[in-house]
C-alpha cells in the first residue's frame, strides 16, 4: 500500500500484516458512574472520539482488516488486581467495588463492556489485560508472532496511560506502530499533546501519529 500521510515521516505497511488495535473503549473509561468518573475525571471528554473511531473502524472492517480490542478487566476474585493497584489514587469506588455498572473494571459486568458503537463483530480479536499495557499477562506476544502480525494501528483511551504503554510495549517487541491522533484522547489535554510529540520525537522513537483522515482516504481510495 501507498505509506501513510503520517509524522515523523510516511509510514508504510501491509493490510494483511497489520492490526487495528482499540485500547479499553470500554463504558468504565468513557461513561459516567465507572472507573474514570471515580478517579475524579471528567469523562465527557472521552465520549467525544467514539464518532471517529466508528468512521475508522467502518473503513477498516470494509477493507477486510483485522481488529483487536483491549479491555481493561480483572477476574471476579480480584486475584490478577495487586492491592497497589486497588488501593491507588483513593478513588470513592475502587477496583472490584459495585457501582452503576456493576463491580468496576471487573470481567463480565457491564462496565468492562466496550461501549456499543464500536461493540466487537464476528471473530475480532477481544483481550483482557490486567495491567495498562496489553502484553502483560495477556499472551499476546505468541498470538501476534503466531499471526504474523508486524504493524499495529492504535486507537483508544487513555492517551497517556493504557495507549501509551501498549505501544511502548509493541515498540520494544519490534512492532511499527502508528497513533492516530484524533482516535485517542486524555481526561487531561495537555497530556495528550505530551504524548503525541512523545512518540514521534527523535525520528519516531516510540512510532508514528496520524490523523485519520490520511488513513481513511488511503482505504477509501484502495491503494
Ligand atoms: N486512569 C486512566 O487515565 N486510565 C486508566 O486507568 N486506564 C486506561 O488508560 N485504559
Known sequence: MTPLEARPFP????????????????????????FGESLGNDVSRLSAIVPACQKVLKAWRDNGGQVLYTREAHREDLSDCPPAKRNRGNPSLRIGDVGPMGRILVAGHPGSDIVPALAPQGQEWVIDKPGKGMFYKTGLSE?????????????????????????????????????????????FPEYKQAILDMVRAQGAIVGWTAHSESLLRQLSSGS
Open 143 to 187: 498470538r501476534l508472532q503466531a499471526a504474523g502480525v508486524s504493524h499495529l494501528i492504535f486507537m483508544g483511551v487513555t492517551t497517556e496511560v493504557c495507549v501509551q504503554t501498549s505501544m511502548r510495549e509493541a515498540n520494544d517487541r519490534g512492532y511499527d506502530c502508528l497513533l492516530l491522533e484524533d482516535c485517542t484522547e486524555s481526561y
Open 11 to 34: 509510514y508504510a505497511y501491509d493490510l494483511a500484516s497489520t492490526l487495528l488495535v482499540i485500547i479499553d473503549m470500554q463504558r468504565d473509561f468513557i461513561e459516567p458512574g465507572g
